[in-house]
């Protein structure tokens, strides 16, 4: 069980008792417009996506933390934060996703948490690089990759598919020797 906090949130290992946070988030289908699962049409969505989740981190602890918050005097999670290693050939290369509540947009949040994270990962585990995909028409979360220092790579272009449409993706990396720990 990994636990990093913050005087903003923690960053947590998931677990079933937070279905309902969760599932709060993920039925809005602006939250999932562009990622690679659509938005949870009821509590079993959920649940069947937290049971890969808690299966995924017994093998990979930092592939998808929830990001806990004290809101109306109870802990809640507001989204996830993760890091998976993607590409057998290349061990030391994980790969950043994250989701936050649409309540929580622009309240810096999201780059703290994914901040927070990269902060443990390249002090705790083995890791040369950090790398991200996000769709070019997603400009929240290309800004936030580009403002916690990770350089934009290319583009792969109709690389996602979702909805009967293409689309182009920008890549962005992060070596460890460039990472700053931010400062506050």
Known sequence: MISINTNRFNLRTLCEKDNNDIFQFTKDPEISKYLNWESHKDIHDTNDYLTRIILLTKKFPISNLGIEVIDKNRK??????GLLPKHISSPYTYELGFVLSKEWWGKGIAIQSVQCLMKYAFENYTLERIEAFCVTENLKSWALLEKIGMLREGTRRNFF?????????YMYSILKNEWKEPSH
Do not use: A, E, N, R
């Open 76 to 81: 809640t999670i507001i989204g996830t934060v």
């Open 161 to 169: 598919y979702k909805d009967k449409s293409f689309y182009d993706l």
